[in-house]
């Protein structure tokens, strides 16, 4: 097997043949999929790095990759003896990948990415700032001739969700798409975006690990929606619903000479999330106009319906229930003196939660992290490099699962026995800031990048922070991360009705300790009066939280009254799903604090 320099060296001679001077290989498909099949995670295979974000750069005389605070010890760890350098981002110092590219190259140079997985706005950003330089982009695909045993593109069987759970039929969510479309100035659209063409034709698969997408495109007009994929993967009778709704069925590979062939004048709606090779193709054929814009499916997607609602409140339980099971095993386990490790608690969630109806799956791999390797906020043991869980200290599970109706998102941070005095402060803190966010009440209008504010304001008195937003949306049946909703302090899209958002801020100090405490609310209407109309959250999340590292007396009475609220409506919710042990167990785990 090549090491991480040989396979960059190799890549330095496909660069010099294709006359490039220097090559961009983001975390991408054609998609611009956060979590990638194997087949396009070639910035893992040339750098080693295995993170779900980051962008590598290779030029002709030095490389470097670019991570957030999420990745920074794994990326450090991962790229140890390599030529990487390491990029943090939005550390003070650090370039830009398009600054360090600026400054890399000059006059008559030229950088090469592939624009079947490179988002256009990508492009477009670098070809301004590099034409100042006197170089271009040149897109080429460098990847596919030289990545050795490269994993097969994946076409698993796919399949509709029924309306009745969807709460909306593909037909009218096309005459919704339609509309927005018209109000943008457009008539059609290239639908790129896994989860957008998920959602917007009730389509599923399991092309993704842990997300259920399947690979496709939906060209959206006026008049005519054609989705693009592979067809022997869909049952006749999945087309047959399609069609009936209006959705004409074609080849995935079809795409990009559709969109040069087509003869309509057409205004096109391209978001710059899209790829590059599609922008290019629409750009080719001169009975298009390019119209830049957001994706209008990010933002009706946003916002669940009452059938999603329900369905994922459905869904919370179930989980709830495995993860009160996998806690009474995780002490059983502990007390019995048994060898457990982070890689047993990652099999026991993914046994318990296959054991309930409906499941498919986990919808991320599961953090499991003790000790001090819960300060590295993506943390994944594998059974070569593992941790044995001792009766001290605490153990960080961050972990979820895919239903048929619906997507979980969920941490717990346990102690496993004795704790410093500092442990417990911080758990407490932590605490704090979770249920600060979740009985908040908020004007109609604050943002994410508003709300996060108040979240970190309990840990920010003591002089800490978190490097990472504060929560994220979640799809239904779908990505564990999605938006247009975050808390995290750039994001400028209000709060609505119907949102949902995690909650989730943590203390991570390295060598030390990780903390992370997290449930799914829902957002919802609260008092309206001279003032506007007041938003709040609900919890969707049914699991206890660990009350034994607590400091009560840091708590304040509404604070606890939030926390003794939760916790009997996780009681109320669970008991009767449960074991008259189990029952009794979880009694005694939700007890008002005093």
């Not at 396009?40 to 962008?55: D, E, H, P, Q």
């Not at 990487?84 to 830009?96: D, S």
């Not at 919802?524 to 919890?539: A, D, I, M, P, T």
Request: hydrophobic letters at 40%.
């Amino acid at each position: 097997m090549k090491t991480t320099n040989e396979k960059i060296a190799q890549l330095r001679a496909a660069m010099q043949a294709a006359g490039a001077n220097a090559c961009l290989i983001p975390s991408s498909d054609p998609h611009s999929s956060e979590y990638l099949p194997d087949h396009w995670k070639a910035r893992a295979y040339f750098s080693g790095f295995t993170g779900s974000m980051g962008t590598l750069v290779v030029t002709d005389t030095a490389s470097a990759l670019w991570a957030d605070g999420r990745y920074f010890i794994q990326a450090e760890r991962q790229l140890a003896g390599s030529e990487i350098q390491l990029q943090k981002i939005a550390v003070e110092g650090t370039p830009t990948v398009t600054e360090y590219l600026t400054d890399a190259l000059g006059e008559g140079q030229v950088l090469a990415l592939d624009g079947m997985v490179t988002p256009t706005a990508t492009v477009l950003e670098l070809e301004k700032a590099l034409a100042k330089k006197g170089a271009k982009v040149l897109s080429v695909d460098l990847v596919s001739p030289i990545w050795e045993d490269r994993p097969p593109v994946p076409s698993t069987p796919a399949w509709l969700v029924d309306t009745e759970t969807a709460g909306v039929s593909a037909e009218e969510k096309l005459g919704r798409l339609r509309k927005k479309l018209a109000e943008a100035g457009a008539a059609a659209m290239v639908v790129s975006r896994l989860d957008s063409v998920a959602w917007l034709l009730n389509l599923r698969a399991a092309d993704l690990d842990c997300t259920p997408f399947a690979l496709a495109y939906c060209f959206v007009t006026t008049t005519n929606a054609t989705l693009f994929i592979d067809q022997s993967r869909m049952p006749e009778e999945a087309i047959a619903a399609l069609r009936a709704q209006g959705v004409g069925v074609e080849s995935y590979d079809r795409l990009l000479g559709t969109l040069t062939g087509y003869h309509h004048d057409r205004v096109i709606l391209v978001d710059g999330s899209t790829n590059w090779a599609i922008y290019s193709a629409v750009c080719q054929n001169p009975n298009f106009t390019v119209k830049m814009g957001e994706d209008p499916i990010q933002a009706m997607k946003g916002v669940k319906n009452a059938a999603e609602i329900k369905n994922l409140m459905n869904c919370h339980v179930k989980d709830g229930v495995a993860m009160v099971r996998f806690q009474i095993w995780l002490e059983q386990q502990m007390a019995a003196g048994a060898t457990i490790t982070e890689v047993d608690v990652d099999r026991k969630l993914m046994e318990l939660r296959a054991e309930q109806p409906g499941n498919l799956g986990v919808s991320f791999d599961t953090i499991a992290a003790y000790g001090a390797n819960a300060a590295m906020m993506h943390y994944h043991a594998t059974p070569d490099n593992c941790t044995k869980l001792e009766k001290r200290g605490f153990l960080l599970v961050d972990s979820g699962g895919q239903y048929a109706d619906g997507t979980t998102d969920i941490t717990r941070t346990y102690a496993l026995g004795e704790l410093t005095e500092n442990e417990r402060t911080y758990y407490t803190y932590v605490l704090k800031s979770h249920i600060d966010i979740a009985k908040l009440q908020f004007l109609s209008g604050c943002t994410g990048g508003n709300l996060d504010v108040m979240a970190r304001a309990a840990v920010w008195q003591h002089g800490i922070d978190y490097r990472c937003g504060t929560g994220h949306g979640v799809g239904f049946i779908g990505g564990v991360h999605e938006g247009p909703q975050s808390l995290r302090v750039t994001n400028t899209v209000p709060f609505q009705p119907g949102m949902t958002i995690t909650d989730e801020p943590g203390i991570y100090e390295e060598g030390e300790v990780g903390i992370r405490i997290e449930n799914e609310l829902l957002c919802v209407e609260r008092v309206k009066n001279q003032y506007g109309q007041f938003l709040g959250f609900e919890s969707m999340t049914r699991c206890p939280i660990d009350l034994t590292p607590v400091r009560p007396e840091l708590l304040d009475a509404d604070e606890k009254a939030w926390l003794n609220a939760f916790h009997a409506e996780t009681y109320r919710d669970l008991a009767p799903l449960l074991t008259e042990e189990e029952a009794a167990w979880l009694a005694e785990k939700t007890k008002p604090l005093a």
